[in-house]
């Protein structure tokens, strides 16, 4: 560990997803905001993560490594990775003065620690959607975890969520009033587009069933019927079971030459793909926020995508193209529209202003 000098600090905790395949850095969109928020920081920040977490992190930022752990046990890595994380802070506590603590997402290995630290210091706790109740084990241990996170986030001072639904919830079922609703945030300026668009479509997002990734072959199958040559670049990291469920069907809807799977792509990378595309096919089935729509918006994409009600509440002034959710044909069909007409759409930067990473960070820890 290094040594750190004495003086005031910020603690972010970030989960990374460790869970993911481990072939693939994955950065997810509770990461993004949280590095986002780092780089508008006047103080010196500590960073506690899984070690995939350390690349994406400026030299500026003293970093810990909470999990490096090689279980196949998911939740026993996760309790381990509490108790490293407990010592790591307990370390830090005899040679700092904390100024505040960063959850940067409801996930309880950071959740616990941030509670106990929440007694000395400011807890910052972050949360996007609710997690999809359905009767599987799976669905069922992660809402359960999350409802104990939200009872832990009765100590915190500002509860921080983009979704109206989890405010809601926060509000009536555990009555925590410290809750704030803001939308996510760009750096506008690396998004504006200054590429020739050609007629590719791209789907950026998690390769898992909730982001609806799985109809996307289905779909450029009809779009197929009428643009044969049609290209779909799907931008996103998954396990490698769901990559492989994605390939299955790539194939057995004859798509192979249209679509292409980016594993791994940096920042600028994604970028230059928004820019150079003309239309997003977000298929998501849950969201708390939708943030690849807000980045292909200021990319001057056009936007398909499943009706979903927090789209309407973040990005009622934009056009966007909705279709009944699980409608594949349809969904098809407004592609194809879009290609046919063959129109681009762009928006004043003033309609993104709100939207910037210096108002965000002002509303959270300012305001």
């Not at 989890?166 to 998004?191: A, H, S, T, W």
């Not at 044969?228 to 799907?234: E, T």
């Not at 980045?295 to 001057?300: H, P, Q, S, T, W």
């Not at 934009?318 to 409608?327: A, D, I, R, S, T």
């Amino acid at each position: 560990m290094k040594n750190i000098s004495k003086g005031k600090v910020s603690i972010y905790f970030f989960n990374a997803y460790s869970n993911l395949n481990p072939k693939i850095h994955f950065i997810s969109g509770s990461d993004r905001v949280g590095i986002n928020l780092i780089e508008k920081e006047n103080s010196e920040v500590i960073v506690i993560a899984p070690e995939i977490f350390k690349p994406l992190l400026k030299n500026n930022v003293i970093f810990y490594s909470s999990d490096s752990y090689s279980f196949k046990n998911l939740f026993l890595k996760y309790i381990l990775r509490i108790f490293k994380t407990i010592l790591i802070v307990n370390k830090i506590q005899k040679e700092k003065i904390i100024s505040k603590v960063v959850s940067t997402s409801d996930f309880f290995p950071d959740v616990i620690p941030s509670f106990f630290l929440s007694f000395g210091t400011s807890w910052y706790s972050f949360t996007y959607h609710l997690y999809p109740l359905k009767l599987n084990f799976r669905d069922l241990v992660g809402r359960v975890l999350q409802i104990f996170s939200y009872l832990l986030f009765k100590k915190s001072v500002k509860v921080v969520t983009c979704s109206s639904e989890c405010e809601d919830f926060l509000k009536k079922k555990f009555r925590i009033q410290n809750v704030l609703r803001i939308p996510l945030g760009i750096d506008l300026g690396m998004y504006l587009n200054s590429e020739s668009k050609n007629s590719e479509i791209i789907y950026l997002g998690r390769i898992k069933n909730s982001k609806g990734v799985f109809d996307l072959p289905e779909i450029i199958s009809y779009v197929k019927t009428a643009y044969p040559k049609i290209k779909l670049k799907i931008i996103g990291n998954g396990t490698e079971s769901d990559i492989s469920k994605l390939i299955k069907l790539i194939k057995n809807f004859d798509v192979i030459e249209n679509i292409e799977i980016l594993h791994n792509l940096t920042d600028k990378e994604v970028i230059l793909q928004l820019q150079k595309s003309s239309i997003l096919a977000q298929t998501s089935y849950e969201e708390g926020f939708g943030l690849s729509v807000l980045e292909a918006l200021a990319a001057g994409n056009r936007v398909v995508l499943y009706d979903l009600p927090v789209y309407k509440e973040h990005f009622g002034n934009f056009e966007l193209n909705y279709v009944k959710l699980g409608n594949k044909s349809e969904f098809a069909t407004q592609i194809i529209k879009i290609l046919t007409t063959n129109n681009n759409v762009s928006y004043p930067i003033e309609k993104f202003e709100i939207y910037s990473w210096k108002a965000i960070f002002s509303k959270v820890f300012m305001d």
